[in-house]
């Protein structure tokens, strides 16, 4: 049935593929803003044809139409956006833009997200664009790290080199990270489970916080990250481009080289990325585990280095009507595990051996294989078809020594505790009707297929097949120049088929096997179904103020964690035990979104409010495990609960060369059954950042700014019961930013402290929050991006 499936799905990718229509009429032109710089990944967008493309590096553009259009609208993140009469220019004519600037920064980056009143009133949510230069400049190791400085995101993080986003609170599989229309799979229900993505490769992200279940299914929860390839846009181009990175606390490199070629419709991109870094230092000269209190030598954490090695291949083919894309995605990271970590530590294994870079036992072996395919064409004017296939190989490897599992070692031929492989295929397939500018529906069909395979002498989850569909339909209406409005609904369906896990015994005095077994998984299955909807409107109240209000339904089936797993996460200190009795989530949303600019002035808040029946989660029992080295108990439960809370993002430009960002953000749960709060939710916390522009002219070659940045995480005393409190930090950051004109290119480098006073502080959601371990201690960022070619 699997094999019927995907013949079908590359039976219409090739039908697809082999039609194509010519051009008609050829636009081009260059977008720059008001002091004559080129602005690259400017959004082009046709009217009414609604085809849309990016300028390149150098401002540039070229749009084919396949009829005469009436005009162009322009935007970019952080300028005003602008329409631009066509109808009556000559094919050969080429078009120079200029677009005012209208940007929010944010700590010592710049942040590109949407423009205020430039965001597109046909988003009724709370969202916000990422151009790749705020990421290039924001990146700290982890694509999860460069959004940690926005409004309403956080960071999960074990140590320095696996991290993931939490939005608004949840985390993930409430949170869908889509590569290219492609929802990642990378065992993302585990905490200590960073993204599989390389930092450097994300050049266009779009965050949606807030429920969009409609659109994207059950992940969809409570927020998406949507990251895509920046488009080669010029008819003839290459491009050699390098960024380094270097950061003084783990001594970490960071080296990504990126090659881009285009010849008429064709075009191909390169990319290679390799990361290494040491153990990395805390301002601690100790840390608490189980009611022992531990030392830690040179303030340095043994056995958190680790090594990265990325590459992809993407190439395609650009046409008229026709835009086919595959991508070839391969990431590979071996990163230690805090020696801590596993069985009870002791004082003489908690020392350096003298090389702060090797990577001993336990340690994580990951390796994400990720194959896309972004077909689409329009039909005509109004009618557009658009077909995603995706293949992904997710491999993760855990090693330990035996012995700290209760087994001796020669009764086993290798020191992998846990193994799990996954695979998975996916398919999203959609038709949009367009009636000008007015009137648009999307009718959507999402396809996935799971299988999980595991290995090794530990047991945390069985092996399992999932399959779900989806069909939705989701409607978009521009009464006037005021009022927008959306509405949609989804119908879902899933089954899990999970197999019986018998682990063996052995006994804990010999630590040899006594030939018993214990059931710890049965085999069961189980099948879901579910009826979403969701309606949002956009109201332009003035020319200087939006209002959006979004209300939905949104829904989550249980994962195979939640209902087989029983086992202990060693990377989550934890014995982890799953329900197969758990039914789905449903939500109930409401967010309000307030949007103002008006002179030196930009202004974004959002409040949000959400009721859901029978909500997972994973609480602690304040119990020890019966397992060897096992920790705590934790129980997957089902309850009754609300979130609610506020973000806002507030800019105010001086006419003096004085720019100041404020940021603020606060989440708050409660389990209504048990009148507690949930576990693991993150703390408010306020951002204020100073940035100074006067060292520099616009004429001359160099300029730099300066940035100032104080953070201040306040306590977080609503816990759950059995968790513990986190105390209030703060902390600053400095920063200054250089371009430099040299031989018409344009190098950029930077440099940052963070963490200036090496303040000692606890992120609450952090793995190793667990066992008392601070964070990072200070640590010295310099950064470089340098184009070594750039040829049209």
Excluded at 249 to 259: K, P, R, V
Excluded at 496 to 519: I, R
């Amino acid at each position: 049935m699997r094999t019927n499936g995907r013949a079908f799905l590359i039976t219409i990718f090739l039908m697809v593929s082999y039609t194509m229509v010519c051009a008609q009429i050829r636009l081009q032109g260059k977008v720059t803003d008001d002091q004559n710089h080129a602005i690259a990944a400017a959004l082009i967008r046709v009217i009414p044809e609604g085809k849309q493309v990016f300028t390149d590096e150098e401002g540039n553009f070229l749009i084919d139409c396949a009829e005469q259009p009436d005009r162009l609208w322009v935007t970019h993140a952080g300028f005003q956006a602008k329409a631009l009469q066509v109808n009556n220019q000559s094919a050969d004519t080429f078009l120079e833009i200029s677009l005012r600037m209208a940007s929010v920064t944010l700590e010592e980056v710049q942040v590109q997200e949407q423009g205020i009143l430039e965001a597109k009133v046909d988003h009724t949510l709370s969202v916000q664009n990422i151009d790749q230069n705020f990421l290039q400049q924001s990146t700290k190791g982890t694509f999860a790290e460069s959004l940690s400085t926005l409004a309403g995101v956080n960071n999960m993080n074990v140590g320095v080199g696996i991290s993931k986003p939490v939005i608004r609170g949840m985390s993930g599989n409430r949170v869908m990270v889509a590569q290219n229309g492609i929802k990642q799979e990378s065992q993302q229900w585990g905490a200590d489970h960073g993204l599989e993505i390389d930092p450097f490769d994300a050049e266009q992200v779009q965050l949606i916080k807030g429920p969009v279940s409609l659109l994207y299914g059950s992940d969809g929860m409570g927020g998406v990250i949507r990251i895509e390839d920046k488009p080669i846009q010029l008819s003839e181009s290459r491009q050699l481009n390098w960024q380094s990175m270097y950061q003084a606390n783990n001594h970490a490199f960071s080296n990504s080289l990126q090659y881009r070629w285009r010849q008429d419709r064709l075009y191909y991109d390169v990319r290679l990325t390799h990361q290494s870094f040491g153990d990395y230092r805390v301002p601690s000269e100790e840390f608490t585990y189980a009611g022992y209190i531990l030392p830690i030598y040179e303030h340095r954490l043994k056995n958190t280095a680790g090594k990265e090695l990325h590459a992809s291949l993407r190439f395609g083919y650009d046409g008229p009507r026709l835009k086919s894309s595959w991508k070839v995605a391969s990431f590979n990271q071996v990163v230690g595990i805090f020696t801590g970590a596993i069985g009870l530590p002791r004082s003489y294994n908690l020392q350096h051996a003298g090389d702060y870079r090797n990577i001993e036992y336990p340690r994580q072996e990951n390796s994400h294989l990720m194959v896309t395919s972004n077909t689409s064409y329009a039909l005509t004017k109004q009618h557009k078809l658009e077909l995603d296939l995706g293949f992904q190989r997710n491999q993760r490897r855990e090693l330990s020594f035996p012995a700290a599992h209760g087994i001796a070692q020669d009764q086993l031929i290798s020191n992998l505790a846990l193994g799990l492989y996954l695979n998975t295929y996916t398919a999203n397939f959609r038709h949009t009707f367009a009636k000008g500018d007015h009137y648009q529906v999307i009718n959507g069909l999402q396809w996935q297929y799971n299988e999980n395979s595991k290995d090794g002498f530990e047991f945390l989850i069985p092996a399992y097949t999932s399959n779900s569909i989806g069909v939705f339909q989701h409607h978009l209406y521009t009464f006037n120049e005021h009022w927008v409005a959306n509405f949609g609904v989804r119908y879902d369906v899933a089954s899990h088929a999970v197999s019986q896990h018998l682990q063996p015994l052995y006994d804990g005095n010999t630590l040899l096997p006594t030939g018993e077994f214990m059931e710890r998984t049965p085999d069961f299955d189980r099948n879901f179904s579910n009826v979403s909807a969701a309606i949002g409107v956009n109201y332009l109240l003035s020319k200087d103020t939006h209002i959006k209000l979004n209300l939905g339904n949104s829904f989550r089936f249980p994962t195979v964690i939640e209902l087989a797993s029983n086992g202990v996460h060693h990377g989550n200190f934890r014995h982890e035990i799953g329900d197969n009795t758990l039914v789905p989530e449903n939500g109930y949303q409401a967010d309000l979104n307030i949007l103002h600019q008006r002179g030196g002035w930009s202004l974004d808040a959002s409040a949000f409010f959400a009721y859901y029946e029978n909500y997972i989660y994973l609480s602690p029992s304040g119990k020890y495990s019966f397992l060897p080295s096992g920790g705590t108990m934790w129980q997957y439960k089902q309850n009754k609960a609300v979130y609610n809370g506020y973000e806002f993002t507030g800019s105010y430009q001086f006419k003096v060369p004085l720019k100041i960002d404020l940021v603020a953000e606060m989440v708050q749960n409660l389990n209504l059954d048990e009148g507690l709060p949930l576990p693991l939710t993150p703390a408010a916390s306020i951002l204020n950042v100073y940035h100074y522009q006067g060292l520099s002219k616009s004429s001359e070659k160099l300029k730099t700014e300066l940035s100032f940045g104080v953070r201040y995480y306040f306590a977080q005393n609503r816990v759950a019961r059995n968790e513990q409190t986190t105390p209030s930090a703060l902390l600053f950051n400095v920063s200054s930013n250089h371009e430099w004109e040299l031989f018409d290119r344009t190098l950029k480098f930077q440099f940052i402290v963070e963490n200036l006073f090496n303040t000692p502080y606890f992120n609450h959601i952090s793995r190793y929050r667990l066992i008392n371990l601070p964070e990072q201690g200070r640590n010295f960022m310099v950064k470089l991006q340098m184009p070594l070619l750039s040829s049209r």
